[in-house]
């Protein structure tokens, strides 16, 4: 294992991932990062339709698969960049009310995981569309697992929509859920994972934003049903067992929030990607504060978790290996992304990224590459031994 162990007083076995000099042979960025170059595959830098996501996944063989947002059409994605269709879309495509906002694939690829709009969630297969039930709590992330469709949620209930469930009872906020799991016999979304209630601040009432700060998720799965959760604002990685309990924690610089300023180009990103949403921002109930982008996609590869991080030199790929315990960094010398969602999918043949709006870039890192690449450790890293972490859960 790379570092060195310290034993702290309470028991808890931490690992701490020193940062080693770049060494020669290898282009290296401001960051001290050695940087790899990525294949584009197919799109363009405008994007075809720029009120439409576009979502990339692969199942559990490694096919790669791209569904439009619009038209909710599936197309499997070729190593040579050529879309084949799979199958045909449904007759409801995506409307102007109805935007497809996040995608999940099942791991034998025949299914998909919608959240339209805010709270509508749905299965796609093939050319039907079936609606679930509401989750009540606010969604954050989707996931597909061999047990069902698995969402990640806030500490906030979800009150429009028409046919959203009643509000959970006013007891339930006290113990808010972070993972819910879909009974489909009883048709209920079951808590697998429980939260933690937020943590006020100076005794007063925590503000949506910082809400979301603190517990927007990205989800994926790994080996024998695991499930691997990243928040978007914060660099914490945790592993829970197929059962839902906690079986490891990563930590990066404290796994805490980032708040700066709001720039006017800020704002104007933020309206931008909030009209292609249907929806209009209120300058005046968010803020002047944002936090800080961390990590903006996730997946996993056996017993390795990838994640693409935002960092002052640009985009990079950080790699955990949860055997050697290792959190290791390239930097993406040619990913560009604005602040719309990325996805990142293990294919067979590599690794690949995609923009996030209609006819964006796909990128492709193969795994000889990745292989080759001139990884460095993440400073600032800690991991939780996995007893440890259960108790502190």
């Known amino acids: 294992m790379r570092g060195a162990k310290l034993r702290h007083t309470g028991g808890i076995i931490l690992t701490l991932l020193a940062v080693t000099r770049p060494g020669g042979g290898a282009t290296v960025t401001e960051s001290g990062f050695a940087s790899v170059s990525a294949e584009r595959v197919i799109g363009q830098a405008s994007p075809q339709n720029p009120e439409a996501f576009q979502f990339l996944r692969a199942d559990a063989r490694g096919r790669l698969y791209l569904l439009r947002g619009d038209t909710l059409a599936v197309d499997q994605v070729q190593p040579s960049g050529k879309l084949t269709p799979a199958g045909k879309a449904p007759a409801e495509p995506a409307s102007d009310d109805s935007v497809i906002t996040d995608a999940a694939l099942s791991p034998d690829g025949d299914r998909w995981l919608l959240l339209i709009g805010h709270d509508r969630l749905a299965v796609l297969k093939g050319e039907k569309l079936r609606d679930l039930p509401a989750a009540v709590w606010v969604v954050s992330a989707l996931a ?94 945790k592993k829970f067992s197929r059962a839902g309990s906690l079986e490891a924690s990563l930590a990066v610089a404290g796994g805490s929030v980032q708040w700066k300023d709001r720039t006017e180009d800020d704002w104007k990103r933020l309206e931008k990607s909030a009209a292609s949403s249907g929806m209009k921002v209120q300058r005046s109930q968010l803020g002047s504060l944002q936090a800080a982008k961390v990590v903006r996609a996730l997946t996993a590869e056996d017993s390795r978790v990838y994640l693409v991080v935002e960092t002052p030199a640009g985009l990079a790929l950080d ?36 923009g ?38």
Request: hydrophobic residues 40%; proline residues 8%; without cysteine.
């Open 144 to 237: 597909f697992t061999a047990d069902g469709p698995l969402v990640a949620v806030l500490p906030a209930q979800e009150t429009s929509g028409e046919d959203a469930t009643a509000p959970p009872a006013r007891a339930s906020f006290d113990k808010p859920p972070l993972l819910l799991r879909l009974d489909e016999q009883k048709g209920q979304w079951q808590t697998l994972v429980p939260g933690k209630v937020f943590q006020r601040r100076d005794s007063r009432v925590p503000v949506p934003l910082e809400i979301r700060a603190e517990r927007a998720s990205m989800v994926t799965t790994g080996a024998k049903g695991s499930l691997w959760v990243a928040q978007q604002d914060a660099y914490t990685l």
């Open 356 to 393: 996030g709006h209609l006819g964006e870039p796909l990128w492709r890192l193969d795994w000889q590459r990745l292989e080759e690449a001139k990884w460095k450790p993440v400073p600032n890293a800690v991991v939780e031994s996995a007893v440890a972490a259960g108790r502190a859960r």
């Open 319 to 354: 790699r955990w290996d949860a055997v050697t315990q290792a959190l290791d960094r390239v930097q993406l010398a040619n990913v560009t992304s604005g602040p719309s969602r990325l996805s990142v999918a293990a294919a067979h043949d590599g690794l690949y990224l995609a």
